[in-house]
């Protein structure tokens, strides 16, 4: 619809271009059943032509809708993603095995929209629905729509680690399920570091929490190295790789704990943005690395008041075994500074209190570095998969330094206050970078109805932001 008259609604261009090949009866139908269209809304229509025995026609928005700054996203290209989501499923309702898909003027957010909004994780169902293949209706921006379907693929990966029960995804198996998505790039390469390997690294944290679970942990270490030196300072992403939460001997309720199997969504999102990067072959060096376990209670496992020892030597009082993700980053933190890195960037589930802050909205980001919030906020904006900046005050460093028996407690003094605040204030005590960024992804874990181009389920966010954040960086070192 355009801006000043609600009523005149206008065909993009693929569409014009099909009214004209069925010589404007798409148009009189349009007119003849029914008022103009509004936003996300469909119709349907059969035996138009006989190359396109059905044809779903969506709503697409405003004309010409751009950035946003209230809503700090580019409007045109969340329209377009939705409304081809609702299209293709349209179609695959009609169990229709491929759709051509109108580019709407942004085909990289129509591939998007296409490749998202038909991803449904029912690999354990004998029932299943129907595939659909989606491809590009025309042969203007080819290009840009693999790009789309590339980023789309990448964050659909992340939503199938997600989205997999913990008994088929553990550490062992998170690793080798990654390996075998890069075994064909060799540009990179790949180390799952055994048990033995993390403990003559000393890395306490880690350990103290895979000790409570049968499941053995993994460090797992991934190379890409796409600069034009090896030896370019790289990207550094590390994600929390719980596969498997139960919050250990500080039990959580046991309503909704299924839900847990996703706590490794830091891992999943960074290790899928490193196989998008390798499959668009970014011209930047990357490393990825996930420290892998199960948190779970046993006669192993840590005890609340317990002391344990991170890499960098710093001692830690574990006041709440379910504060855990903080303790596996410290090691994995302290581990990335080994890469002479340009930026570390961290991805977590990390505390419920992001959830409570920001809801499904945005990725919480807290960082020392103006210019690294820069790019990951314009990243954002594009991909619109928000992201939103929160503090890094002394204020709440000294809530975890003011501790009784260690250098620092797991959780801030005041419990439940700046829950999201103090576990950032926690991690940053194991960085010395002047680059680095803490994404608190707990709030955009899974998705009801909030994103309308994701179905229900884990959504692998904020996957294409972490891509399109890479993209931007490598464009920096080139110029």
Not at 59 to 80: H, P, R
Not at 123 to 152: D, I
Not at 176 to 192: A, C, D, G, N, T
Not at 277 to 289: D, K, R, V, Y
Request: hydrophobic share 40%; with cysteine; proline share 5%.
């Amino acid at each position: 619809s355009s801006e000043k008259d609600e009523g005149a609604a206008q065909f993009t261009s693929a569409g014009d271009a099909f009214d004209r090949l069925v010589s404007g009866k798409l148009r009189e139908l349009m007119s003849t059943c029914g008022p103009p269209l509004k936003k996300g809304k469909t119709r349907v229509f059969h035996g138009l032509h006989q190359d396109f025995p059905s044809v779903v026609v969506v709503g697409l928005g405003k004309k010409n809708a751009g950035v946003n700054d209230q809503e700090n996203w580019n409007e045109g290209k969340e329209n377009i993603r939705a409304a081809v989501a609702v299209g293709c499923r349209q179609i695959q309702d009609l169990e229709i095995p491929c759709v051509e898909v109108d580019p709407c003027g942004d085909a990289q957010a129509a591939a998007e929209g296409a490749v998202l909004g038909l991803h449904e994780y029912n690999e354990l169902k004998q029932k299943k629905k129907p595939v659909v293949t989606p491809q590009l209706h025309g042969s203007a921006e080819r290009e840009a729509w693999q790009k789309g379907v590339t980023y789309a693929e990448g964050q659909n990966l992340a939503r199938y680690l997600m989205e997999a029960p913990a008994n088929y995804i553990t550490p062992i198996k998170f690793a080798e399920h990654i390996e075998q998505k890069l075994r064909s790039f060799s540009s990179v390469k790949v180390h799952i570091r055994p048990e033995s390997w993390i403990a003559t690294q000393q890395m306490g944290a880690f350990l103290s929490v895979a000790k409570g679970s049968a499941e053995p942990p993994v460090f797992l270490e991934i190379h890409y190295l796409g600069g034009a030196n090896a030896s370019d300072s790289p990207l550094v992403f590390v994600g929390k790789g719980v596969t498997f939460d139960s919050g250990g001997i500080s039990l959580k309720p046991s309503s909704g704990m299924d839900a847990m199997r996703a706590d490794m969504g830091g891992a999943a999102t960074v290790c899928s943005a490193i196989v998008t990067a390798a499959a668009l072959n970014l011209p930047l060096n990357i490393i990825g690395l996930a420290p892998l376990c199960e948190n779970m209670p046993s006669g192993k496992a840590n005890k609340p008041g317990d002391v344990v020892r991170a890499k960098n030597g710093k001692t830690i009082q574990v006041d709440n075994t379910d504060a855990e993700g903080r303790l596996l980053l410290a090691d994995a933190l302290c581990y990335a500074h080994n890469f002479n890195a340009r930026a570390i960037v961290n991805a977590a589930t990390l505390t419920g209190a992001m959830d409570v802050a920001l809801g499904s909205a945005a990725a919480g980001v807290f960082t020392n570095s103006s210019w690294l919030w820069t790019h990951l906020y314009e990243a954002s904006i594009l991909t619109g998969d928000r992201v939103w900046r929160m503090p890094l005050f002394e204020h709440y460093t000294k809530q975890v330094t003011d501790c009784p028996l260690a250098d620092l407690s797991n959780i801030g003094k005041y419990s439940r206050a700046g829950g999201a605040c103090t576990a950032a204030a926690f991690l940053k005590e194991f960085v010395t970078a002047s680059h680095w960024a803490h994404l608190d992804i707990a709030g955009v874990m899974s998705n009801k109805d909030e994103v309308p181009y994701l179905r229900k389920g884990m959504a692998g966010r904020p996957t294409r932001t972490l891509v399109e954040f890479a993209a931007r960086l490598s464009q920096d070192s080139q110029n």
